[in-house]
């Protein structure tokens, strides 16, 4: 049987090592940015895409073609498109990971390839599909780069079921980050960028392994902040679309308003 858990534990380890090495193969060739050579924004009010377009390299096939969007401050808007229709793309050149081809991305009136992408940065919050944590406490991982108190963090962790989990460990929030669930991972990634307070707050595909009534105080949560704040998310459900108040369907490439009723 050992033999068996061998071959197993290192099959997983494998398969790791090889996203990682993607992960890093991606940031040696990402381009350089002058960080602090641009615009600096201290307020987003909103975000707009001009005649947006953008082809992978080496891809033929345009992701986006002419896309005029609008995402404005104090309202939260749902991404809805089957796989590979370019939600997780559109986010990427929304917080400026990827630069698009054609067109632009302009924060307020300002370009944002001439913006000072650190303090762009400092204002976003983004969970992406695949959770990345320092081997480290919660409590390191839940402010990395600013002070976080206890406080503040048993407020949020209410808001997502966490408290009662995180107190019910020997250590708390000074209990190494290992053996959670995926799911725990995944709210544990939201909790850490609402902490943030950024006035972006953006979520692809994070309630995929989130149970229903998990699933309703995160929107519930989203409903309680967002005055304030662009919010963003992306799903598969139909169902969740009804807590946005604008539904941006990538299919049809069109906006509509909707209605958000508790």
């Not at 996203?19 to 602090?36: F, G, T």
């Not at 001009?50 to 896309?67: A, C, H, R, T």
């Amino acid at each position: 049987l050992n033999p068996i858990i061998g071959i197993a534990q290192f099959a997983n380890e494998y398969h790791t090592a090889i996203v990682s090495l993607k992960d890093i193969n991606q940031l040696i060739r990402y381009p350089d940015y002058a960080l602090k050579d641009g615009k600096k924004v201290a307020t987003l009010e909103r975000i707009s895409l001009e005649q947006l377009g953008f082809i992978y390299p080496n891809s033929k096939k345009k992701v986006f073609d002419g896309v005029n969007m609008n995402f404005q401050k104090g309202f939260i808007y749902g991404i809805h498109g089957k796989s590979g229709q370019g939600k997780s793309t559109l986010f990427k050149i929304i917080t400026g990971v990827y630069q698009p081809t054609e067109g632009k991305v302009v924060i307020n009136d300002i370009n944002l390839q001439t913006v000072d992408m650190n303090s762009y940065w400092t204002n976003i919050g983004y969970v992406m599909q695949r959770t990345h944590f320092f081997q480290d406490t919660v409590r390191q991982n839940m402010g990395p780069l600013q002070v976080v108190s206890e406080e503040e963090m048993d407020a949020v962790a209410k808001y997502l079921d966490l408290y009662d989990e995180i107190h019910s460990l020997e250590k708390a929030w000074d209990t190494a980050l290992c053996n959670f669930s995926e799911g725990q991972m995944r709210r544990l990634d939201i909790m850490r960028n609402i902490l943030k307070n950024a006035q972006i707050l953006i979520f692809d595909e994070v309630t995929a392994n989130i149970d229903e009534k998990r699933r309703e105080h995160f929107y519930e949560t989203l409903h309680k902040i967002s005055a304030g704040k662009i919010i963003i998310f992306s799903t598969h459900n139909m169902e969740e679309l009804k807590e946005a108040d604008f539904v941006v369907d990538l299919e049809q490439m069109c906006t509509s308003r909707q209605v958000y009723k508790k």
